[in-house]
Structures are given as C-alpha cells and as structure tokens.
C-alpha cells in the first residue's frame, strides 16, 4: 500500500525551475542531481519527503532518486544547521593544524564532526582536499570558501554566519 | 554465418548473440552470478571471464558479442584462479551463514564457492554487520548476504517497471532498499525473489520452515486467479503447499508471476473452507452427510422440474471452475433439469463484451497472443487498468512502451504512470459518446474498410448521427497516433461493459478494431472466463459457441447427448435473479459464485434469492450466497484437482493437482452423482475423460486430448478449425438512457492489484499487504474534502454506506472515486444499483453518485 507523506511541496517558482533544467537534456534522469541540488537548497536536507518531491517534478521513481542521491557526499540524508561547515583535513591542512581546528569548533561552537549544534547554527563535515593546499588549512561554509585558517580567523569569519 | 571456438569445439551461429549465449546453446558451462536471462548483460560479477585468443586480457563472456572466428578458452588455470579471486572477495562481507540461511541447497554462490573455492578466506576484517529487516510483511530482507550483482534493482526496474527498489550508499554499504528504506510498498510480484541469487531477498511467507530438498513433489500447473494464466510451479511437503515458484523462461509468463500468483496461495490451505456438506434444517444449516444433501438435491431438482418445468430452474456457472466443470455443468443444467436458464458472473463484463465482438467481428476476434502486445506501435488502453487486472499482460504494456511505443490510456491506469504517453479523461456515463466521437474521427479520415459491409455502413449512420465531444482533451491526438500507428493493440476492460449503454462503447471499440485493422485484447479477471462460454454456460449457446437456435446444432448435440434439449430461450444472470425475485424461477443451482456479493445490489439479490424455493450452493467457503442456501456443497479448490481452464488467448492450459484433500468432491463429481440420482447418467473415470467428450462435441476443441495441452499445443484456433464468421448482418440497436445525475464525486469498481474477487481475502499473504478496503481518491477531491492519506471515510449511495480508507492517488484526474470489491461486508458492489443493458443483458452500474465523510 503506497504511503504518502504529508503534504511538502516545491512552490511553483522551483517546479518552474526544475523544468528549465529539464528541458537542457534528451533525458529526464539527466536532470536529477540538479533538482536534488535545488531541493537540497529549498529544504536544507534531503527527506523521503524531499527525494519524493523531485521524483514527482521530474517523473521518476522515487527508488532511482534515493538511488542517485544515496551515491554522493554532497547531498546531506540528515537534518543539518543553518550553515554548514565543510573543513578539510587531509594532509597539507593536517599539518598546519587542522585537527586542532575541528577541536576549536567542538569546544567554542558545540559542533562536532557530523553533528550539528544544539543551537541549530552549524552543522560540521569534515571533507577531503579541496584544493586549497597552498593556502591551508581551508573550509568551506555554505558555499563560500575560506582559508589561511586560524582560531581567531574561524571566529572572526563565523560572525557572519548566524 | 559465424564461425567460432569454443573450449576447441567449433560452433556455427546463424544469429549474432554473446559469447556466453553461444557457450549456453552449445551445452557449454561458464558461471555467473550478475547475468540472468530475462536481463539486459551487466558484466558486474566478473564470474564469467574467459580467454580469448589474441585479446590481451579476460573477456565478460555475458558482454562479449561474438565475432567469426573467435577462438575461447572458458576454463583455465588462469581463469579458475581469477574466479577463486572473485568469489574470496565476495565472501569477504557474505556471513557463513548457510547452515540458517533458506537459500541454501539453491544459493548461486553456495554452488560456485563449492565448485571453485577459496576453501578459507585470508581477510582478516570484521565482517560487515546489518540486521535482517523485517519491516515489510512479506519479503525479509538480509543485506549482510548481498553480493550487489543488482539483479533484482534490474529486474524490478526493466522487466516488471515498478523501480520500487535501488542500489543505495556506495563502497562497502552498497545496499538494495526500497524508497522508504523498511516496507517496500510496491507490487509485490516477488520476481526479485526469482532472480536473488542469494539468500539476501526471502520471502517471509515460509521462512526457515523448510529446506529446498525438502519438497515431497513438485507440480507444474496453473495459476487460479486472472485470465492471463501463469505457467508455475507448486511445492508441496506434507500435503500442503509450500510455496509458489515460476519456472525461469517456462510458460507465456516466461518466469515472472505477480502478487496473487506467488503469494495468493494460502486460501488453498485456510481453516475456513468448507469440509462437510450443510443442509438446511429448521432455518439452520447442519452438517449432513454427502448421501443425504445429494439426495435432497436431487429429489428437490426433480420435485420442482416435474411441478413447474424446466424453465424453472436455473443455473449459475463459475469462472473459477474448469471447462469440465462448466460443460458437465450446463449439460446438467440443459439435460437432467432440462433448463436453458444458465449464465455465470461473465455476463456481467467479459462475456457480454466477448459475445458482442464476436457477433460483429467473428470467432476468435479477442483470442489474441499476450506476447504480441509488445510489438505495438500503438496500444489503446480503456475500461480498466491491466496491470492489476492482468499484470503479466500489463507488463507486455510495459515493453511495448519500452520499445517505444505510444500509450494511450482512457480513463484510469494507475499501472501505466510512468508508461503512458497520453491520457484521456471521459466524463461518468459520457464514455460511449467519447468513443463514439473517436470513432467517428477515424472514419472520418479513413473512410470504409470495405470488409464488412454492415459494419462500414453502421459506422457511417454511427458517424452521421454523432455530435464531436470538443471539450474533451487529448481526442485529435489520439486520432492522430491512431493514424499513423501501422500496428494497433487496443486493450479493453470491462468496466465499459457496465453500463446501460455499454453496447455503444462496444460498438465503438468494434468499430476501431475493424477500421484500424488493430488487435483486441479483452481483460479478464477470472481464470476461466472464457472457457465458461466456450463450455456452453450461456442461455444461447451450446459448447464450442454454437447457437441454439440453429436446429442443426440443436439435432447434433441431441444426438451425442442422447436426450432432446429444452426449447425455450433462456435467462441471462440478471434475468436469473430477476426471475428468482418474481417466483418464475423456483429453484438455483449456483456453482461456485457468490451473486450476493459480486453482483451490484446486495440487497436486490439477496431478496431475490431469499424468495426461491430451492437454492444449492456448490463453493470451497460459505460465501454470503452460501449463507442464504438450501444446501451447500463442499467443492475442491485449485491444486486439489485437475482440469483445463481456458485463458482470455483462448490458450487452454491444464491446473494440475498437488496435494490431496479428503473434505470435498471435484465440481463435476458432485454434479454427475446428482445426475445420476436424477435419471440422466453421467459416468466418468476423471476430468480427462470428460475433456475426451467435450473435444468430440465442440467443434472448437476437435480432437483436443491432455496430451496436446500439455505439449503446449492448444493455442486458438487449436486444429486450424474455419472461423465462424459475423454471427449477424445488423447493429443491434439498444435503448436510449442515462446521463450523470450532478453528483459531485462517482463510484467505480476497483479491482486492486493484490485482491481478486473474495478469494484472496482469505490468503493472509495478500491480507498483509492490503488489509482493508480503500477509496483511491484524487488530489483534487482530497483537497476540496479536506481528506489525506489515511484518514477513514464513511462512503455514501443511496443504496448504502461503507467504511473505508482514503488513498489519494495522483493517477486519477476527474471527480471518481474507486473502491474495491473483496471484503466482507465492505465491497462496493453492494453500493450500486443497476439497469441492464439492453443489448448485452450486462447490468449497468447507476446510482454511482456518493457521498464522503470523515469518520
């Protein structure tokens, strides 16, 4: 027996958007990880609920949705703050102290790895390389990409974000 | 040609195909574990490596296409090794669990780790740990056992289209889950059971209750639910049925089944089938004796036959029951009782649409191969949604549009989503003029055909006399597709029979049929719809659809029947319980049907019953019909006893018998010991014997033996007999009637996709899955109701009220409501009142307008 979820739907601003995306392919299982980027945006995390709304827009099934999303990191399956940190700690951020950084945020901000604090404020990931090498330690918050990090420099930079 | 070697066997194909197909025709092994027939190639596993010559490494024989003078080596030092690699690597997570796991003695990897090792892994790792999932009722799902060779991902998304099930996370937690991660909410057709090589899919219908070698017997029959029917396989221990298999690519299933097939079984088995016969004594029914109900019966059939004539008794066929049950029982009806009062259930759509064709466009014109389906470039599909009504041939849909090709849906096939490429919504009681008006557009492009005279001439007055539905979306490109389409299916559910104008809609299908030169395939929801006709349960025909009114026929069947036949015209079903309710009809023999249920207007019938004289019912359950009888009759069910049922291909297949039961008798037996009691001797050793008759007397079967069936040989037109052509030279002309009565929301008759008629609710299984009835509803309507998902409703006509549960279905896009008819007390039969059509004898559906409320 199909169960529906209650009601949580796209607004017809990002129906409309999905379907420009549509339109730029031949096929319309091209269009998925766009529109789960858009649902991600409009619903903060990917629900059953969400991955159903994109199954809906884009005709699919909701498997094949669950399917594709589950494959990437970037999507997130779980609640997350209102502002996610991506901080990277592979070997040349590592060495100029990211560790110590994740242990900064734990006790200054209450977020630790994957986990999101009891304020709602941030969220934390801690990813591999993103390139920033010469320039480490570096994250990324939201979309906006930070580095030369330092304790006082996160403090300063999270101010921003609340 | 193609010339190549293969393990220095050298073999010539006339077809390109791959190299594991050309190893396989040629009686040579490679193991697999990611390649199943039925699937596209994969070439996952890398089980089935081989080498070949001047190719640098090992080749995926499922992938490798071959090409002349291919030289292949498909066992090796080298090749055994990579395979003991491979399978060290799977065992890597698959826990050793095979002393407890139900696969075992049929595990694929069980079979190639004995055959190729590794004896002992090296991985010194833990061992990846998830719990076996019980969350969904019916399939227990074990992830620790997947070796993500993604065959039943595959399965459910290309072959049986659900895409119910994805491969989810990646890496080591590379898992196969349904959308919502527990119950898997999907069709149920258990095929990613067939294909799980694994014990990582199992159904829980039988866990851990026995081992595959188990199984006393196994038997290849029938299955007893719809009018596709499936080849399958039962397994019995101990006397009761083990489980339900398909044999992989046997019967025109090729190995799939769907939800009432695999798990329907159980009724079989329930502890509520009748065991004894029931006598009515002082108003109560008592166990009896089979001596002495048979004796009731027959003294009582004799009593009112010598008091009233035969015209006062009448007799209701089953299309549950086989061919030999139904031919015995109108040869019963028509010679020991002396009635022509005799018709079943399928008057009420099957039958009724079926004769209808046939009379306009001969013998035959529905007995179309299901296979053929999917070659269509264009399929119609109306009145009903074939894949719940008939799933397997629903999945032929499925590959058709797969293939390409365009989909149209009229009215409601919530099956057909995600498959259709166009949909067109006919207002309540305005299908016919829908119809109609595309009809009238074809011809109007096409002009006459030029076959039939009457028929290109009825469809001219048709045309001229037909003001076009405008308002109506979708109509000019449905023409359209029509048009062009060079090879046409339309599939034709009965739910358009139900109404006092169905005729119209009959005529318009024929007519498309006639004019696009198109396949027709008629839905069928019961195993033997068609042989119920064939065997000659209908007040006009005897065996073999030959017209009583035609004296030759008459003579010829006198003859063989050694006795004459009654002469009056006999009753159609309705006519049956219209006559019970004014006293012309005394007394009903009613073989495995329940009218009180099935038929609309619970009340009408039950009154019209309650005034007989004399009422038999023959059944496996005390059904609502049961209840009101005079005596009943304990039958045998499906896998009890052996018989042919005729499928809606006219393909006639034999249901075999698998376990014994001592409760009750075959149909015929019990029929042909009342017969005998009455005078009219009927001596046979078993059902084949009576088949032996039947083939002598219809012209249909000539000549048609067991032996032949099982051979496979018994496809329509089973010997090559001529075609009756066009029974008549004239469009039988109905009466004007009806139009909607302003209600808000209409009710129609569901048939859902894991129940059929009322035999499934007794088969736990298929409870499981849908416990309750539900009112599939649309968002619309849910909207403007203020109802969603779940909530309880009390559903409204003028005839009554049920309580069901609310579904809100987007596949439904006009102000109907559906709503089932399989439990007890809650079918939605009940809620409709009727007027027949005065063409087909079909009863119209009226008084559909309802009321919702939240409870």
């Not at chain 2, 030999?324 to 002396?338: P, S, V």
């Not at chain 2, 909207?783 to 559903?795: A, I, P, Q, S, Y």
Request: aromatic residues 6%.
């Amino acid at each position: 027996m199909a169960v529906r979820f209650e009601l949580i739907m796209f607004n017809e601003t990002v129906i409309n958007e999905i379907n420009g995306i549509r339109k730029k392919y031949p096929d319309r299982r091209s269009a998925l990880l766009p529109s789960l980027y858009i649902a991600q945006r409009e619903f903060g995390w990917l629900s059953l609920k969400a991955m159903s709304c994109v199954a809906k827009a884009l005709n699919l099934p909701e498997a094949d949705v669950r399917g594709t999303a589950s494959f990437y990191s970037m999507f997130k399956h779980n609640p997350v703050g209102r502002n996610v940190i991506q901080l990277c700690t592979n070997v040349s951020c590592m060495i100029l102290g990211a560790e110590k950084l994740v242990d900064f945020l734990k006790s200054k901000y209450g977020v630790h790895p994957n986990g999101t604090s009891e304020d709602g404020r941030f969220s934390l990931v801690i990813m591999e390389c993103i390139g920033a090498c010469g320039t480490a330690p570096a994250m990324l918050v939201n979309t906006d990409f930070h580095d030369e990090l330092s304790e006082s420099r996160i403090e300063e930079i999270l101010e921003k974000y609340k | 040609m193609i010339t190549l070697t293969i393990n220095n066997k050298e073999i010539s194909l006339e077809q390109p195909m791959t190299v594991l197909e050309a190893s396989r025709q040629a009686g040579i092994k490679i193991p697999t574990l990611c390649y199943f027939e039925a699937l596209k190639p994969y070439g996952g596993c890398r089980l089935c490596v081989v080498e070949v010559e001047r190719m640098p490494r090992l080749q995926t024989a499922c992938t490798l296409m071959v090409a002349d003078g291919m030289v292949i080596q498909t066992e090796s030092d080298t090749i055994s090794e990579v395979r003991r690699g491979i399978l060290e690597f799977l065992l890597i997570n698959h826990p050793l669990d095979c002393p407890y796991c139900d696969k075992a003695g049929e595990c694929e990897l069980q079979d190639l780790v004995n055959k190729y090792g590794p004896a002992v892994g090296r991985h010194k790792e833990e061992k990846r740990k998830v719990p076996e999932s019980h969350k969904d009722q019916i399939l227990a799902r074990n992830m620790e056992r997947c070796v993500a060779c993604t065959r039943c991902v595959r399965m459910c998304s290309d072959v049986q289209g659900a895409s119910a099930i994805s491969m989810m996370g990646r890496g080591n937690d590379t898992r196969m889950e349904p959308f919502s991660a527990d119950s898997f909410n999907c069709e149920y057709c258990g095929n990613c059971l067939t294909v799980c090589p694994v014990g990582a899919i199992l159904s829980r219908l039988y866990l851990h209750s026995f081992r595959p070698w188990q199984v006393d017997r196994e038997v290849d029959t029938v299955c007893s639910y719809c009018g596709v029917g499936c080849s399958l396989t039962v397994q019995v221990r101990d006397d009761s049925i083990k489980r339900v298999i398909p044999k992989e690519g046997k019967g025109l299933n090729k190995g799939l089944l769907c939800s009432r097939g695999r798990f329907g079984y159980e009724y079989i088995g329930s502890d509520d089938r009748l065991t004894t016969p029931l006598v009515r004594k002082n108003g109560k029914l008592e166990p009896a004796t089979w001596t002495e109900a048979l004796e009731i019966v027959a003294d009582k059939l004799q009593g009112i036959r010598k008091e009233s004539g035969g015209v006062s008794i009448a007799g209701i066929a089953s299309p549950r029951c086989s061919n030999e049950d139904n031919y015995l029982f109108q040869k019963f009806m028509r010679m020991t009782c002396g009635t022509n009062n005799i018709d079943s259930i399928s008057r009420t759509g099957y039958g009724a649409a079926q004769k209808y064709f046939e009379d306009l466009l001969g013998q035959g014109i529905t007995s179309n191969l299901i296979d053929g389906l999917k070659n269509s470039e264009a399929i119609v599909v109306l009145g009903g949604d074939p894949t719940s009504i008939n799933p397997i041939l629903g999945l032929s849909i499925r590959e058709a549009a797969r293939r390409g090709a365009q989909i149209a849906v009229i009215g409601n096939a919530k099956g057909l989503e995600r498959f259709k490429t166009l949909q067109i919504t006919a207002p309540v009681f305005e299908e016919a003029a829908v119809l109609e008006s595309l009809l009238a557009q074809v011809f109007a492009s096409k002009g006459e055909r030029g076959e039939h005279a009457f028929l290109d001439r009825g469809i001219a007055d048709m045309a001229a006399g037909t003001s076009t539905v405008s308002d109506v979306k979708g109509l000019d490109d449905l023409k359209k597709i029509l048009l062009e389409s060079p090879s046409t299916s339309i599939v034709f559910g009965t739910d358009l029979v139900q109404r006092s104008d169905g005729h119209r809609s009959l005529f318009a299908v024929s007519g498309l049929t006639y004019l696009l030169e198109a396949r027709l395939y008629l839905l069928s929801e019961k195993a033997n719809e068609q042989g119920v006709i064939d065997a000659g349960c209908v007040p006009d025909m005897l065996p073999g659809g030959r017209p009583l009114h035609i004296e030759d026929f008459k003579k010829k069947f006198e003859m063989l029947w050694k006795d004459s036949l009654p002469d009056f015209k006999g009753k159609t079903l309705m006519e049956i319980i219209e006559g019970a309710r004014t006293g012309d009809i005394k007394a009903l023999y009613i073989m495995g049907e329940n009218p009180v249920f099935n038929l609309p207007d619970a009340k009408y019938v039950k009154e019209a019953l309650d005034s007989l004289d004399f009422l038999v019912v023959q059944d496996i359950f005390l059904s609502e019909t049961a209840e009101l009888a005079d005596v009943v009759l304990p039958a045998l069910g499906w896998a009890e006893r052996t018989g042919t049922v005729t499928n809606l291909e006219r393909r006639i297949q034999v249901q075999k018998k698998a376990v014994e039961t001592s409760a009750g008798m075959e149909d015929w037996r019990i029929i042909s010991e009342i017969s005998g009691k009455m005078g009219y001797k009927m001596e046979y050793k078993d059902s084949e014997d009576i088949m032996d008759e039947l083939a002598q007397v219809s012209p249909l079967y000539r000549d048609l033996t067991y032996k032949e069936i099982d051979r496979g040989k018994s496809i329509w037109p089973y010997h090559g007999e001529p075609l009756r052509g066009a029974e008549i030279s004239e469009i039988p002309a109905g009466e004007e009637v009806q139009s909607g009565n302003g209600a808000d929301y209409y009710l129609a008759v569901d048939r859902p996709l894991f129940h059929s008629g009322t035999l499934s609710r007794r088969s736990p299984a298929l409870t499981k899955i849908m416990p309750e009835p539900v009112l599939r509803i649309s968002a619309a309507s849910a909207e403007k109701l203020g109802l969603t998902d779940g909530d309880r409703v009390n559903v409204t006509t003028s005839a009554g009220s049920s309580e069901t549960v609310v579904v809100v279905d987007d596949s439904i896009t006009d102000n109907r409501v559906y709503m089932g008819n399989n439990f007890k007390d809650r079918g939605a039969c009940r809620l409709l009142n009727f007027r027949l059509d005065s063409v087909t004898k079909a009863p119209g559906i009226e008084g559909c307008g309802v009321t919702i409320e939240k409870r």
